[in-house]
């Protein structure tokens, strides 16, 4: 009775400890916290207790999913069956945790487990893998990249940063590639036949990607920056901005008139550039004149740079027309200039180059034209007078002047230039005659008798021939107005440019320097220069 006792109580201990055991076993799965991209290789940890000399553990991936071949660690064995996604692995008791490495599919996944084992009496002991069984996927898109420095549109010179990030947020860029365009016809794009040229390949993200571009040894002109990053899994992504390269600004120099020069008349200012084969070309040179009054050769006697042109067309040189008198009469006064040639190239870029030069101009000039002229000088001259000299006539060519002498009634040949007379000149040729005024003469007079004379302009800016109330009109001034207003002379008539014109009756209205004209006098006078 004791026997059988004792033998009921060793088979409810033994089940009791075989229930224990079964029990004991647990296997547990644990994936990455975070998402993981689509493609990228992440690790799976298989923890397990209460194993009996050995255990089995088989992992059904999820679909698109693969396990990554020799990547399993802690492991007695693993064999994994492609076709099914299933890895089964064979754990040694004494071995708590194992690991293998998975490829992640483009979608989330669900991973299903179970293990098997034998308890102490050799019987089965199978359950279901726990802990962690979802992976949360984020898809890998291709690199973001952006160029932060320059900026877009920037001018650059010299050795320049070019910094970009990735807008991603992926963090698992490769390396990322520099490079630049030369844009000749500056249009903002890669058409014009050129080839990009590499910059750099920076393939180490310490610091940020980023180059240094020597932009010295290339030609000053439109350039496209690009950069391309590339990922691990060779997706790429490029951004492109517009820059200007400008180390090389203009070297203007003139080369006409040269330093030192005496000029007059109309002066041809020219200039050339002589900057680096490398510079940009050139927008417009704009050329000025500055009164250097004391004639120290610097401009800092509070006078003003003023413009003579800007000239836009380099085709046929760079070049402006100094044109220092005005009608006939210098539009500035004699004395030491400087002339300054200012070059701008396309980018904004300045150079400019100064001389030094004297203006001695005439003080009037007139215009002669082939044919007849009636003309006539407002002042008395320094130097030849007779009317060969001044209106440089050949007689031996046909050349001639005549004057009207109104006392003798008849003409006069080649007579002595004197101011307040009107001469008629043949030339066979155009030609431009000037003079020099004598500042010294007294202020000239001529005699007038009744019927027409020939009289000149008495100055060297134009004045009415007639202002109702006015003192200030030609007749007043040369004392051919009474001063109630009484005109003594009947009619004013000039010829130019091959036609007649007077006053009161036709359309001349105004005495114009250098004109001569003929005058209708009621009486006999006395007309008075000026030397205003």
């Known amino acids: 009775m004791k026997k059988r006792i004792f033998v009921s109580v060793m088979a409810l201990l033994l089940l009791f400890a075989m229930a224990a055991t079964a029990s004991a076993v647990s296997v547990t799965r644990d994936l990455p916290d975070v998402p993981v991209t689509a493609g990228a290789e992440f690790e799976v940890s298989i923890s397990q207790t209460g194993f009996f000399v050995v255990g089995t553990v088989t992992e059904v991936l999820p679909v698109g999913y693969a396990y990554v071949g020799g990547s399993a660690t802690g492991v007695d064995d693993a064999v994994y069956t492609p076709g099914t996604r299933t890895l089964v692995l064979t754990i040694d008791s004494g071995v708590s945790t194992v690991t293998y490495n998975v490829t992640a599919g483009t979608a989330d996944g669900t991973f299903v487990g179970t293990y098997a084992t034998v308890d102490g009496n050799a019987d089965p002991v199978l359950g279901d893998v726990g802990g962690q069984d979802t992976v949360t996927i984020v898809v890998n898109g291709p690199p973001q990249p952006r160029i932060t420095s320059p900026a ?23 390396y990322a590639l ?12 890669a058409d014009d036949g050129n080839a990009w040229v590499e910059i750099e390949n920076d393939t180490s993200s310490a610091g940020g990607w980023n180059t240094t571009w020597n932009t010295t040894l290339i030609p000053d002109c439109c350039h496209l920056i690009r950069v391309t990053m590339v990922d691990g899994t060779d997706q790429n992504g490029t951004d492109e901005i517009n820059v200007v ?129 009636l003309v006539s000088i407002p002042k008395a001259i320094i130097g030849p007078k007779h009317a060969n000299d001044v209106f440089n006539l050949d007689p031996y060519a046909g050349e001639v002047c005549w004057y009207y002498r109104a006392d003798l009634e008849r003409y006069v040949a080649n007579p002595i230039v004197k101011p307040c007379r009107g001469y008629w000149v043949f030339k066979n040729a155009p030609e431009m005659i000037c003079v020099y005024f004598d500042d010294a003469a ?63 009756a036709g359309s001349l209205e105004e005495m114009t320097p250098g004109w001569g004209y003929w005058i209708s006098m009621k009486q006999n006078a006395t007309m008075s220069g000026s030397w205003v």
């Open 152 to 174: 877009n549109g920037d001018a650059v010179s010299g050795t320049v940063p070019v910094t970009a990030v990735d807008d991603s947020g992926e963090g698992d860029i490769a």
């Open 178 to 189: 520099f490079e630049y365009y030369n844009d000749t016809n500056c249009n903002c794009a």
């Open 245 to 373: 390269v400008s180390n090389h600004a203009p070297v203007p120099n003139i080369t006409a008139p040269c330093g030192g020069d005496v000029l007059n008349r109309s002066v041809v200012i020219s200039v050339t550039d002589e900057s680096s084969e490398f510079g940009a070309g050139i927008a417009y040179t704009r050329f000025e004149y500055y009164y250097d009054e004391n004639c120290n050769c610097a401009a800092d006697d509070g006078n003003t740079w003023v413009e003579i042109g800007n000239d836009t067309d380099g085709t046929d040189g760079w070049s402006a027309e100094w044109d220092t008198l005005t009608d006939g009469v210098a539009a500035v006064p004699n004395g030491c200039y400087m002339l300054r040639a200012t070059m701008v190239d396309m980018h904004g870029r300045t150079g400019s180059d100064e001389i030094n030069v004297e203006l001695s101009n005439p003080d009037f000039c007139i215009d002669l034209k082939a044919g007849k002229n």
């Open 442 to 504: 007294a202020a000239p007079t001529q005699s007038l008798r009744e019927g027409w004379n020939m009289i000149g302009h008495i100055r060297t800016t134009a004045m009415p021939v007639y202002v109702e109330g006015s003192d200030a009109d030609f007749g007043s001034i040369t004392g051919l107005e009474e001063p109630e207003g009484t005109k003594l002379y009947r009619q004013i008539a000039t010829y130019h440019d091959g036609t007649w014109t007077d006053y009161p």
